[in-house]
């Protein structure tokens, strides 16, 4: 199975993640801010990282975050499924969603709203990583 990065700033999210994931045996490893990005994320060494959006710093880092992972020639190669009630919790006039996924804004494999259905979340991971469908 997958070792899987969870970068997430919520103890309760992290929490519920780590117990789905482990319990469909994935390993885990957690960061719960944006810095030291790269650093962290070469230690970690993860087949995938699940990244949120708002952190109590900046309520865009986890889309900073995306964008420097994804310029490093080190780590680009790792699939990113960024998980956020960025659209619970803001007030846009839009919702973020995979069609925003871009090179320039949001260069993340995939998009899933918080709160996510384990099945949900385990078949993105199973996309993202290119494992053949199972059920969970």
């Not at 993860?46 to 994804?70: C, N, S």
């Not at 619970?88 to 090179?103: E, G, T």
Request: hydrophobic share 45%.
């Amino acid at each position: 199975m997958a070792h899987v990065l969870i970068i997430d700033d919520d103890p309760d999210i992290i929490d519920s993640l780590t117990m789905i994931l482990e319990a469909n045996g994935h390993s885990v490893d957690v960061k719960t801010d944006t810095g030291q990005l790269i650093e962290d994320v070469v230690k970690a060494n993860p087949d995938i990282i699940i990244l949120d959006v708002i952190f109590p710093e900046d309520p865009q880092a986890g889309f900073k975050a995306a964008r420097t992972l994804r310029k490093s020639e080190r780590i680009r190669h790792i699939p990113v499924l960024m998980l956020s009630a960025v659209n619970l919790r803001s007030n846009l006039a839009f919702s973020i969603s995979d069609s925003d996924i871009s090179d320039d804004f949001m260069p993340v494999g995939a998009f899933l709203d918080k709160p996510v259905e384990p099945r949900a979340l385990l078949g993105k991971i199973d996309e993202l990583l290119e494992v053949p469908q199972t059920s969970h």
